[in-house]
Nanobody, 121 residues
């Protein structure tokens, strides 16, 4: 059984910072891409940032220069440092991981339960 557990969301004023973390646990052989998505009320879920197994990153245009994604492979954990937060960053943030359960076989996509981040103006 694989679980992704997010932490670090909360309420912050505009201009403030938050750091999200997502730890993957269970019978995992390897983790390839890890990513953060977000979903605001009435909107579709959107990609915020992605980091490959080799450390390559890409970001949504709306967060470039403000958010930084990183990972600790030894801990199977991905982080999202969010600076200069804006009210429009308010959303539920979800962690996603593409991982393998065995050395041979397909990759599977797993999601965390989501963590609420609210930015007040």
């Amino acid at each position: 059984q694989v679980q992704l557990v997010e932490s670090g969301g909360g309420l912050v004023q505009a201009g403030g910072s938050l750091r999200l973390a997502c730890a993957a646990s269970g019978s995992i052989f390897s983790i390839n891409t890890m990513a953060w998505y977000r979903q605001a009320p009435g909107k579709q879920r959107e990609l915020v940032a992605r980091i490959s197994g080799g450390g390559s990153t890409n970001y949504a245009d709306s967060v470039k220069g403000r958010f930084t994604i990183s990972r600790d492979n030894a801990k199977n954990t991905v982080y999202l440092q969010m600076n200069s937060l804006k009210p429009e960053d308010t959303a539920v943030y979800y962690c996603n991981a593409e991982l393998r359960l065995r050395a041979t076989g397909p990759s599977y996509s797993y999601w965390g339960q989501g963590t609420q981040t609210t930015v007040s103006s």
